[in-house]
């Protein structure tokens, strides 16, 4: 038994403790103070100022998604209820473009987003923005390799000069100084994807000077995919930097089966002692803008010179000869899912895929494609049904694998509420829990944890969070393994997942026994 001399604010009595590293569950009361887990044990006879009776149900530490898209979207919904409604407490962000820094350049590109959501901008740097920052969830970001282009180079395609390769390490040395985790890309879009390895190697260096990490959306996940992945271990190798892949997957029907060559590349560099690990999220089909169809040339220069080149005979053309093999690999129209516009008079689109848009509008596909992407100034987004279930699960038994929903949080209702998605937003946490361990006993539930927790939590050198022991941050989710699972589907993404009742981040009760409280007490987190 636990004799504490101060009262608590919180106890979860009788619950199972899922710890977060992985070992198996045992029965405990959990004893908040604050924003701190400070008692794991007996605390039947503790004073406290709340009690929730854990009877029936698991404790583990709040997940952590290693890579989210929530950065602008929680600043006009701070609810960002479809991420803690599953347990996610804490959020990474910055896939190769960051919320800092801010240009006019970069925020005219901004402006379909701004302007629909009447988001103000009113920050230039990562410390700016973390002063605006109020949300449910907790929030850690990457400065993006494409943002430090686009703040010096614009959105060309070229080369730096000596000295704007200073300007951009320079800009990196500050984010990183501001609290940023590390230096990220994304390299299948532009211009990120004009960035040549030498100048990712120097932007490393810079992070890696101030303790970060390199995070990577490779060059190729198709065609190329294996050598994206030798890319990126080059590039820690070279800059003495931990290397995260994200949303590792082999794309395209061609490449099934090629994900078992990827993985031997990263085991091969983790025995030579180069640090490298990745995330997936639990699905087999991808989202992204539906611009990335268009090939590398043709988005060269940002919006409007790329709305000109669709516009112009001759280039459209050309454009409509490249549309089916990109960077996610061979595609067909009926795979391509419209899942959200940014024009609100485009909304009849939502849900439907290229092939059928084609047919009512009587166009061909590759018409009906860039018709839409004009209408929606390239802000269209789409699910696409690139990847093999066998893959997927062949991942997921990596140990070094851990949780990325590569989405933004948002509600069914609200600013959003027209906002279709992926399922992957609502549903990753609890299909890895319900699904793949429960179900079809790819792992342990603890183990299906310490992939959500623990394990990413010690990627991001999140020392304080991740596992359920005194000293921690109180993030924490309460969910019944029997029940819990996704509801969210490709036809109707916008469904909250059953079975997690209650969710507490930095010891404020958030959802509380299914009910979103008005608490808002996450916190940006800086390196």
């Not at 590792?248 to 994900?259: C, D, E, P, S």
């Not at 169809?293 to 490249?322: M, S």
């Not at 987004?381 to 038994?397: C, I, K, N, P, T």
Request: net charge neutral.
């Amino acid at each position: 038994m636990v004799i504490l001399a101060v009262v608590l604010d919180l106890v979860i009595s009788s619950a199972r403790v899922v710890d977060g590293t992985g070992a198996p569950w045992f029965r405990a009361d959990v004893g908040v103070q604050a924003d701190r887990i400070v008692a794991v044990g007996d605390l039947s006879r503790a004073e406290a100022r709340r009690r929730i009776d854990g009877r029936g149900r698991m404790i583990a530490p709040g997940s952590i998604d290693l890579l989210g898209q929530s950065e602008t979207f929680l600043l006009v919904d701070d609810r960002v209820e479809s991420k803690i409604r599953q347990g996610i407490t804490t959020e990474i962000t910055g896939e190769g473009e960051s919320v800092a820094p801010v240009t006019p350049a970069i925020l005219a590109e901004w402006k379909p987003f701004t302007d629909r959501y009447h988001l103000k901008v009113d920050w230039t740097d990562l410390a700016g923005y973390f002063r605006r920052y109020r949300a449910t969830i907790n929030l850690g970001t990457f400065v993006g390799a494409a943002s430090l282009r686009e703040a010096v180079l614009g959105y060309e395609d070229v080369q730096p000069t000596p000295q704007q390769l200073q300007q951009m390490e320079a800009l990196c040395a500050r984010a990183m100084e501001q609290g940023a985790l590390g230096v990220s890309t994304s390299l299948i879009y532009p211009p990120g994807s004009y960035a040549r390895t030498p100048e990712l190697i120097a932007l490393a260096k810079v992070a890696a000077r101030a303790g970060g990490i390199y995070a990577t959306h490779v060059r190729g996940e198709a065609d190329t995919l294996l050598a994206a992945v030798d890319e990126a271990i080059a590039i820690g190798r070279e800059a003495g930097i931990p290397v995260e892949i994200w949303h590792f997957k082999a794309a395209g029907k061609n490449n099934w089966g090629r994900l078992r060559e990827a993985i031997a590349r990263v085991e091969q560099a983790r025995a030579e002692g180069v640090d490298v690990t990745a995330n997936m999220y639990p699905y087999a089909a991808a989202r992204n803008g539906l611009s990335a169809n268009l090939p590398q040339w043709a988005l060269a220069g940002g919006t409007e010179p790329t709305l000109a080149r669709l516009r112009d005979p001759a280039q459209r053309a050309r454009i409509a000869k490249e549309l089916w093999h990109g960077g996610l690999g061979e595609e067909t129209p009926d795979g391509i899912l419209v899942a959200a516009v940014t024009d609100p008079r485009l909304q009849r689109y939502v849900g439907k895929r290229i092939a059928q848009i084609a047919v009512e509008e009587k166009k061909t596909p590759e018409d009906a494609l860039m018709d839409l992407l004009i209408a929606d100034r390239l802000q269209t987004e789409a699910v696409r049904f690139v990847m093999s279930e066998d893959d997927v699960r062949l991942g997921w038994r990596q140990p070094w694998v851990a949780l990325g929903t590569d989405d933004p949080g948002q509600g069914v209702d609200g600013p959003f509420a027209d906002r279709r998605g992926h399922p992957r937003g609502f549903g990753s946490a609890p299909r890895l829990l319900g699904h793949y361990a429960r179900d079809v006993k790819l792992f342990s539930i603890e183990e299906a944890v310490r992939r959500m927790t623990s394990l990413p939590a010690r990627r991001m050198k999140l020392a304080d969070r991740g596992l359920i022991r005194p000293g921690m941050a109180a993030d924490l989710v309460l969910f019944d393994p029997a029940r819990v699972r996704d509801r969210a589907t490709f036809e109707q993404p916008a469904q909250f997942a059953e079975g997690i009742d209650t969710v507490i981040v930095n010891g404020a009760v958030v959802v509380d026994e299914g009910k979103l409280t008005a608490s808002r007490p996450g916190r940006p987190l800086r390196r």
